[in-house]
């Protein structure tokens, strides 16, 4: 009886271990969500990749611009050589003036859009004036007229290191009539590039 007793504890015992079983393995599942927030990043990180390169590309083609638009000028300026860039727009003043007048404000904010563009390069503006006036006068006038460029450009955010100031009154007229259509093509300020 006792061995009979023992036999059917011992197979309870093991029925027992067969129902029990080994633990199942728990299989985790990708969630959809985690799944598409990976693919919404890899996109995310390509598009920033892909905007990045468009930027460098568009970068070297206005550098390439610019530097085909350089032309040394003849005349040498404060700074030594410098250069012309038919990219860098003047402007024009009212007789008897140096205040930047309202139309010529979308000129200098696409000079300075050029400008940040390049932030090694340096900038002279030349100060010029009509041949109305002393020489004396003119040349200070031409000085007024360079500085409330430079003022007008620091404002855009071109910093004030980049930019030197000349005045040539009315020594370099860009038109050398002597009615007011030639005075108010020299009443300018003239941007050259000193050094890129």
Sequence with gaps: MVRKSFIITILIFCIGLILMGCPKKTVVKDEPSVKKEESAAAKAEAERIAREREARAREEATKKDLEKSLVAKKEPGIEGVVFESSLLKDIYFDFDRYDVRPEDAPI????????????????????????????????????RRANSTK??????????????????????????????????????????????
């Design 108 to 143: 200098l904010k696409e000079n300075a859009v050029l400008l940040k563009k390049y932030p090694n390069v340096k900038i002279q503006i030349e100060g010029h004036c009509d041949e109305r006036g002393t020489i004396e006068y003119n040349l200070a006038l031409g000085e």
């Design 151 to 196: 003022n007008y450009l620091v404002t855009l955010g071109i910093s004030p290191e980049r930019i030197s100031i000349i005045s040539y009154g009315e020594e370099k007229p860009f038109d050398p009539g002597h009615g007011e259509e030639a005075w108010a093509k020299n009443r300018r300020a003239h941007t050259i590039i000193t050094a890129k």
